[in-house]
């Protein structure tokens, strides 16, 4: 189980019911009744969502730590564009240096960014703009690209304020945990007994994990990418993972749950040294020794390494291949305005 790499006895307890975990249940409890609140004052439209004149699909998962939202931002970002959506995304950004409202460039620093805003950029470009506040981002981003006729929302399932269309519930291997909520359990809120209205379930794992319905989704490691073609944007020197055969190498990933990471590298034949990070590491100073190999990265790393810092090393970044199956994309695409009969900012077509 993923959660075997988690070292800090809080997470280790989210995954049982032991003496740690009923001891913090006092604390799920307040939580619980104040998230309820909230949402029973929006369910009741005491508090209202703000309008926003285009459709937002929000990306989120009800578990703490990564289940792969990002990933799924990339994959549904990209499917809106393939049926002739001009997709923006926002996000909070997590591990930035501020919380204010920002538009991400390709050529930003992370810090300033956030790792998974500036990654979204790179990769599917399309604007992105980052802020804790996710209806100001919402706003900035019309604002500066009124050609945007979708928002796709990186997190926000619990942004209430924010309007949708629809959302994408993403779960990956650990499922509910112990099924408690924080800080007893893993959860942000209870794992709802059916599907919600306007919800699809995204299961980022081999199989379901929850009692929910809903698609898997198809992963697999890319060819690996020399560090330089990766900021390049070319991958002509692409390498197969398989033809690194088991020569000694070091993978170091700095996200939730690392040993996913290791895992697939290993099962795609490599012989590596694990070197598991902090979540979001920011690699001001290089974590590995000299002249340590060849090393693998994840592309959510590559964008805090430029290439001039690693010397003589050889960095190789190793992109997701992510793809949900297409009952998954159906069953969301169901959900949202036909692009057809919108024009920038929402007004109907004559």
């Known amino acids: 189980m993923a959660a075997a790499a988690d070292s800090h006895p809080l997470v280790r307890a989210w995954w049982s019911r032991g003496f740690l975990a009923r001891s913090l249940l006092p604390l799920a409890w307040l939580f619980g009744g104040v998230s309820g609140v909230r949402r029973w004052l929006y369910r009741h439209r005491w508090l209202r969502a703000e309008p926003l004149p285009v459709p937002v699909v929000v990306v989120g998962n009800l578990i703490a730590g990564g289940a792969g939202k990002t990933p799924t931002v990339m994959a549904v970002a990209q499917l809106l564009r393939s049926r002739g959506y001009r997709p923006g995304v926002i996000s909070r950004g997590y591990g930035r240096s501020h919380d204010g409202v920002l538009e991400v460039t390709p050529q930003m620093d992370a810090r300033i960014a956030g790792d998974e805003p500036l990654l979204l950029r790179i990769r599917l470009d399309a604007p992105v703009v980052v802020g804790r506040d996710r209806m100001a981002a919402a706003h900035q981003l019309l604002r500066l690209h009124p050609e945007v006729d979708i928002i796709v929302s990186d997190d926000g399932l619990q942004h209430l304020r924010l309007p949708r269309a629809a959302q994408v519930l993403v779960f990956d291997e650990r499922g509910a945990g112990n099924g408690w909520l924080l800080p007893a359990g893993p959860l942000r809120e209870l794992v709802p007994t059916h599907v919600p209205p306007r919800t699809v379930v995204l299961y980022n794992a081999p199989r379901p994990s929850t009692a929910l319905p809903g698609s898997v989704a198809r992963r697999a490691l890319g060819a690996a990418v020399a560090l330089p073609d990766w900021w390049a944007g070319t991958h002509a020197g692409a390498r197969p993972l398989a033809s690194f055969g088991q020569q000694p190498a070091l993978a170091a990933a700095g996200m939730a749950h690392p040993a996913r990471f290791f895992a697939m590298l290993e099962q795609a034949g490599l012989r590596i040294t694990p070197l598991p990070l902090p979540d979001h590491f920011d690699f001001a100073q290089l974590p590995w020794p000299p002249e340590p190999g060849d ?23 190793v992109p ?5 199956a297409p009952a998954f994309e159906r069953d969301l695409l169901a959900l949202l305005p036909p692009p057809s009969i919108r024009t920038p900012h929402g007004h109907p077509t004559a």
């Open 295 to 317: 090393v693998f990265i994840t592309e959510k790393d590559a964008v805090k390494l430029r290439p001039e810092r690693v010397g003589g090393t050889r960095v190789w970044v």
């Open 320 to 324: 997701l291949d992510f793809h949900p």
